[in-house]
T-cell receptor, first 112, second 112 residues
Framework: DTEVTQTPKHLVMGMTNKKSLKCEQHMGHRAMYWYKQKAKKPPELMFV???????INESVPSRFSPECPNSSLLNLHLHALQPEDSALYLC???????????FGPGTRLTVL | QKEVEQDPGPLSVPEGAIVSLNCTYSNSAFQYFMWYRQYSRKGPELLMY????GNKEDGRFTAQVDKSSKYISLFIRDSQPSDSATYLCAMSAVGRDDKIIFGKGTRLHILP
């Protein structure tokens, strides 16, 4: 299995909702990432997990809460989001900390 | 000066032409260089991954890295309409906290 999967593909939520994004890879990669991407912009790093431990938090607001239950799974818990948080949320994995990253198809999030 | 510079385009070329996409960078510590292709509303797809200077070829794609000039290129031969996408360069270095730095992306249109 050589892909990163993400669910759901689309998500619409109100500002008071709680939802979660899920990411899964079965390539044995030990680094996993969350990115946020706005239209016509490059991906913007949010969080990095290395060996299931959070190694980087790019000063992301606390309404975004990452979780890495095991080496194959990555979650992003969402609560009290703002309309400006609407974006494509991408998960990626990498076999090592500074090598190539493989991206999932993304979750398109709309916050009303 | 930004760490990675990439012309956003759009770049329009006729079908069958050779396409040249480029990035420049300022940090000589970068050692790992990547090119991603991203179709609209999809996740980035890794096309090429190279380490240090030199050329790498994969089918119609050739990646070149010139570390002395801090310049990387992606060439696409026999371009097809299906190559129309945004191409992102990215690079990373040991000791840079697990991050890859993206260029802004170049929008490419292959005209039938």
């Amino acid at each position: 299995d050589t892909e990163v999967t993400q669910t759901p593909k689309h998500l619409v939520m109100g500002m008071t909702n709680k939802k979660s994004l899920k990411c899964e890879q079965h390539m044995g990669h030990r680094a996993m990432y969350w990115y946020k991407q706005k239209a016509k912009k490059p991906p913007e790093l949010m969080f990095v997990y290395s060996y299931e431990k959070l190694s980087i938090n790019e000063s992301v607001p606390s309404r975004f809460s990452p979780e890495c239950p095991n080496s194959s799974l990555l979650n992003l818990h969402l609560h009290a989001l703002q309309p400006e948080d609407s974006a494509l949320y991408l998960c990626a994995s990498s076999p090592n900390r500074f090598g190539e990253q493989f991206f999932g198809p993304g979750t398109r999030l709309t916050v009303l | 000066q930004k760490e990675v510079e990439q012309d956003p385009g759009p770049l329009s070329v006729p079908e069958g032409a050779i396409v040249s996409l480029n990035c420049t960078y300022s940090n000589s510590a970068f050692q790992y260089f990547m090119w991603y292709r991203q179709y609209s509303r999809k996740g980035p797809e890794l096309l090429m991954y190279t380490y240090s200077s030199g050329n790498k070829e994969d089918g119609r794609f050739t990646a070149q890295v010139d570390k002395s000039s801090k310049y990387i290129s992606l060439f696409i031969r026999d371009s097809q309409p299906s190559d129309s996408a945004t191409y992102l360069c990215a690079m990373s270095a040991v000791g840079r906290d697990d991050k890859i730095i993206f260029g802004k992306g170049t929008r490419l249109h292959i005209l039938p």
